[in-house]
């Protein structure tokens, strides 16, 4: 190997640490989508990076859906406040007045409603041009085809059969009024870099990616942890204590954990590497119908 | 496993982008499909997906085989049309190498795809069916492959397995494909014969194929060295975004696009000129003594000189060109065509420019590589445009600097992606008006060269009454250019004999000599048929009957010679089927006797030889 050439992952950081610096200094009001997730802490790592010695010049938008691990909002409080990171929290207001949760309303309505239509208030109140989020082409198979700089219309939706070509790293910010630009400065990371990078620059995630005895019961053979006193039990059922970790984080409801021992990273690439599940597939509202994700990132989730 | 030994390795490893190009049905899927199955990056629960979608839509439902092609199909419309319609990325790694796919479709409409999965590839791989051989598309690809100025191509000659592992299949595809890539710049061209679907030389070595020598597919992407494709010399720094935290530091935040810079260096910013030392190479990670591609840096000079986003930081005694009016290549991405006089964004070294397009000087025809005349390129289409920009570039050309040679054109409007740009050269002030056609500045050209034309004592006239014939050029061209060659030379010595002043004048000759300062890529063909107009012109006023070959020449490459021979005579001579208007056509069967007889035959006839000299 030539003396002038980058290990794999110091080329995707530099790629990455380029699509936040290109970003910033195209658009007018950007924002970092944090999603308290580990991709997120590896996103905000890599901005902090971009803009050393100077601070992130923009803020994190935190969707809560209100059903998230609690867990997932001690370590969002405390991560930010360490970091020195500019937060903002919004949550749908209407949704949670009306109760909407997963159980009544089914995975899909409820995602629609708490997640995504939430994600949109947020976007158009903040007035941002673009979002960054922490989405990978390895993640699913209608990711694969992403741009890094992806096109959102006026309506916040995204075109499958109508995105910009992408060339070399020119990429084309050019947008009008209302439109908006989500960019993904992870899209060519893959799960096991992710892991790797966190490995390497000691980045601090959410304890609920290790493993540990949680209470979970199961349903439709997925194990699903009871966080709080809001989780609907089936009669007769009861939440059994049992070592489990989780492969992506979003709504307890929503998530399924694994059975698992992995408590350090190395422990968990090790599992990654024998276990061959891919990562998504303990995300409940990737299966609802051929096509799912394709179909939810048309509406503007994620 | 020892994974604290796995997890450094990975981390430490090497990275290749590449692109996979093929026509519909040559198995590009299924080798993609092949090479992550092999390489253990399908999942279970995907495996388990993909047999049963195999059941219910698979090409290869009921044989037990899996189509590996479902598993990259990402989005809906694909599936129902089953065809790849855009580029998707994928990853896998060995233990060598992490890899980056660009998975991109053989779909005859989209060379746009192709163009923008070959902007960040350093080697592509290039699917033939064994059965079919090398089609207009597999042409087309490796054009692609070329203009977007990927060095490595590996040609994987696929569904083996149909055609009885045939060594003798295999190099004949060869022998056609070296014959073609021979007129593009590409310097590393391997062959590999494979069936993706039984894994015939895909990871490992097929005993179907004893007389292959080489390495499987797998071992030549771990192996081949794409590092000394970079630019490591014209250190270009285009500046994104300048950090401030406090009156104490100021540093420009950019990735270095090509060549080193180290502290201390002399640098020059764009556009201001002002010169400066380079004080501190700042990364998160602590500073660094020097930066190279593609690093992402800080750099804080020694001077308090005003540098901003969208500058450009160089060594100081090595600055790139400079110009606003730019030579280059375009790949047509939009629904609405290229029309000469249009507005668009140029975007380049991380900078928005308006630019008018002056000129589109020609078409490709990238079946066939012939150039014509165009009035505008449509989606898909590939031509050579004249640009004017509003304000001076700072590039490279594209061949020698991927990352300060390309850019893209963006409508105004509709703020769409509209081109893939490759920068060819400068345009110095006062070259050519605007709206100059080719034809016109050709005339233009040969005015001038002919008004300027100084003459001996020696008129044209004694000297054909010595010589006791005309000056002439005669051009021998066909797509089999030894043979053209070998009636070239022929035909010089049949003249000779007959005591006529013939000459011939090998390519290699001048490739060597005359055209020893350009390539012999596709671009820089334009020149070298300028230079043999030119020679023409020369030779024939000195009274020879000047001789030479020329490969696969079309309407273009011919009316050009044919002008800058004016006033002498220029003789066509085509070898076997071609685009081009020849005076006299030959058979590619014939032998060479019959060829020359039928030339001269031809000659007479046309009293092109008066019956005196022979």
Redesign the interface.
Known sequence: MNDYNLSQLKQLEAESIHIFRDAVGQFERPVLLYSIGKDSSVLVRLAQKAFYPGKIPFKLLHINSTWKFREMIAFRDKFCAEQGLDLQVHYNREGFEAGINPFDYGSRKYTDIMKTQALLQALKQGKYDVAFGGARRDEEKSRAKERIFSFRDKHQQWDPKNQRPELWSLFNARINPGESVRVFPLSNWTELDVWQYIRLENIPIVPLYFAKKRPVVERDSVLVMVDDERMRLNPGKKPAMRSVRFRTLGCYPLTGAIESTAATVDEIVEEMLRTRVSERSTRIIDHDGDSSMEQKKSEGYF | ?N??K??NQ??????LRFITCGSVDDGKSTLVGRLLYDS?LI????LNALKKDTEKVGTTKGTGEIDYAL???????E?EQGITI??????F?TPK??F?IA?TPGHEQYT??M??GA??ANLAVILIDARLGVSTQTRRHAFIVSLLGIKHVIVAINKMDLRDYSQEVFRDIKSEFDAFIAKLDISDVRYIPLSALKGDNVVTLSEQTPWYDGDPLLETLEEI?V??D?N?NDFRFPI??V???DLN?R?F???VASG?VRVGDKIKVLPSLKESTVKRI????GDLNEA?????I?LVLNDEIDVS?GDMIVHANNPPKIESRLDAMVVW?DEKPLRRGSDY?I??A?R?VKARVDNLVYGIEVNTLHKGDADALALNEIGRVALNATKPLYFDPYSNN??SG???L?D?IS???AA?GMILAGIAPGTHERHDSREERLRDHIGKREFSWDTGHVSGRERLLRNRHYGKTVLVTGEDCIAAAAVAKKLEQKLFQLNMNSYYLGVSNIAEGLDADIKRGFHDRDEHVRRLGELGRIMSDAGLIFITALSDADDYDLDCIRQLNYPNDLLVIRLGPGNGEADIELEAEADIDAHISTVFRQLSERQIIPDYCI
């Open positions: 496993m994974i604290d796995f997890l990975h981390e430490n490893k090497d990275l253990k999942f279970d629960d995907q598993l990259l199909d990402g989005l809906k419309a599936r855009d580029v998707a990325y994928r990853y790694a190498r992490k980056i998975d746009r795809n163009a923008t902007s960040t060295d590092v000394g970079r490591f994104q975004y950090i401030r935290p530091f540093g935040a950019g990735s080193i700042v990364i998160a990670d190279f591609p593609p690093q992402a800080t986003a991405m964004i975007r380049q991380g928005n991927r990352g390309a850019f893209i963006i105004p703020n769409t992606t893939a």
